[in-house]
Nanobody, 127 residues
Framework: QVQLVESGGGLVQAGGSLRVSCAASGRSFSTYTMGWFRQAPGKEREFVATISWSGGMTSYADSVKGRFAISRDNAGNTVYLQMNSLKPEDTAVYYC????????????????????WGQGTQVTVSS
């Protein structure tokens, strides 16, 4: 079971940028599809972005397309989410997730397709 730890969240003004990171344990990180999800108070967890094991394929929610970028460093067991042009509606707890059973079909973007989750990091965008 892979352990995931997010970091880099915080408070930023609208229009600003923030990068959140997710550090993974274990030697199989480079074989997993990874995803970022977010959950705002009173709302369901929603898909943000996903990246294939090699980093060669990415997919984004329409709400963040053109503003957010997912990337990964397999040598460093880390996946990143660069968030630009942030809006107050981006305020949420951001979670990274790993698809460890290789059962999904690309693009893997449903929460139930991911088996390991981090504890989340809060991102707050002020207006």
């Amino acid at each position: 079971q892979v352990q995931l730890v997010e970091s880099g969240g915080g408070l930023v003004q609208a229009g600003g940028s923030l990068r959140v990171s997710c550090a993974a344990s274990g030697r199989s990180f480079s074989t997993y599809t990874m995803g970022w999800f977010r959950q705002a108070p009173g709302k369901e967890r929603e898909f943000v972005a996903t990246i294939s094991w090699s980093g060669g394929m990415t997919s984004y929610a329409d709400s963040v397309k053109g503003r957010f970028a997912i990337s990964r460093d397999n040598a460093g067991n880390t996946v990143y989410l660069q968030m630009n042009s942030l809006k107050p509606e981006d305020t949420a707890v951001y979670y990274c997730a790993a698809e460890t059973d290789y059962g999904g079909t690309w693009p893997v973007l449903r929460p139930q397709d991911f088996q390991s989750w981090g504890q989340g990091t809060q991102v707050t965008v002020s207006s």
